[in-house]
């Protein structure tokens, strides 16, 4: 089973009662943040959206066909009072409390069902290869999404496309999508749509930069359209990562580098996927590859 599959799992298993990210962090075998990314990716929720939508669907057939008030049914759902169910309640479904009582079904409701992860949709993984990076400077347009939000980021890189090849030096023909964590932010993460330059000098109004540090990363392959990216960082995360002996470096989370080798008109090609390890699993990687020789 996979990392979200145990996630899931776990959440179903306990969503009735107050559980905490830590908690489903370590039923998973991933860090809070990477399993909050991988999560969002795969399911298209965030954590916290999931178990809410959970709770309030399965709340509902206790207001539409039981005698308790609508008081019990919020506190039975994790809710302190009848105000704060309803907000919730009226924010999942447009529709209030009362109003679903009222009527007396539930079929103009989209409740959320439980989510059940197919194996036979991971991708099988090439072998990853390990390389190390000097700093490198970036440049390019960023907005901050919800995890489970990433439908949004074509629209990012067509407006970043416009830009692109004519950008203040720009280093080479090759773009990168850099996801970076927001320190304190469990849901949500930054995306750049970017490429290398040489100096941050005449750049755009709207353009940010971003500095990498030198350091080492282990690269997967993508092959197929880009879409399916987030079955593929399932696989890794949910696979491969937890019996890998690494450790995830800081920054970035991870970054996807498109080289010529991708077509960003029709969105097939291949996508490389870097992944920052810290500096002891190089020591690792090396002292395995001595004991092998």
Same mark, same amino acid.
């Given at each position: ?16 009662? *107050? ?186 109004? *709207? ?87």
């Amino acid at each position: 089973m996979s990392a979200v599959g145990r996630a899931i799992w776990f959440i179903e298993s306990h969503f009735e009662s *107050d559980i905490s990210l830590e908690e489903i962090s370590e039923a998973a075998g991933l860090s809070r943040y990477h399993l909050s990314r991988v999560f969002g990716l795969i399911t298209g929720h965030s954590i916290s959206s999931y178990i809410r939508g959970r709770r309030l669907s399965r709340a509902v057939p206790a207001l539409v066909g039981s005698s308790s008030t609508i008081l019990e049914v919020a506190l039975c759902a994790g809710y302190g009072s009848h105000e704060a169910f309803t907000r919730a309640f009226r924010d999942q479904f447009g529709m209030t409390p009362d109003a679903v009582r009222r009527q007396g079904h539930a079929r103009n409701l989209v409740l959320l069902e439980p989510i059940r992860m197919d194996p036979a949709h991971l991708n099988d993984l090439e072998p990853p290869r390990f390389e190390t990076l000097q700093p490198m400077l970036f440049a390019g347009l960023q907005e901050i999404y919800p995890h489970g939000g990433n439908a949004a980021i074509p629209s990012l890189w067509q407006k970043f496309n416009a830009h692109f090849g004519h950008i203040s030096g720009q280093k080479g023909n090759v773009a990168y999508g850099i996801c970076t964590h927001i320190d304190g932010e469990a849901e949500k993460f930054r995306y750049m749509a970017a490429v290398e330059i040489s100096d941050a000098g005449d750049l755009p109004a *709207d353009f940010a930069t971003l500095k990498l540090p030198g350091q080492r990363y282990v690269v997967f392959a993508h092959r197929g359209h880009v879409s399916g990216i987030p079955a593929t960082m399932n696989r890794i995360f949910g696979a491969w990562w937890p019996t890998s002996g690494l450790e995830h470096s800081e920054t970035p989370d991870m970054f996807e580098r498109y080289d010529e080798r991708f077509d960003p008109y029709t969105g097939m090609g291949v996508t490389e996927i870097w992944l920052p390890i810290r500096a002891y699993a190089e020591r690792c990687e090396r002292f395995s590859d001595d004991i092998m020789l």
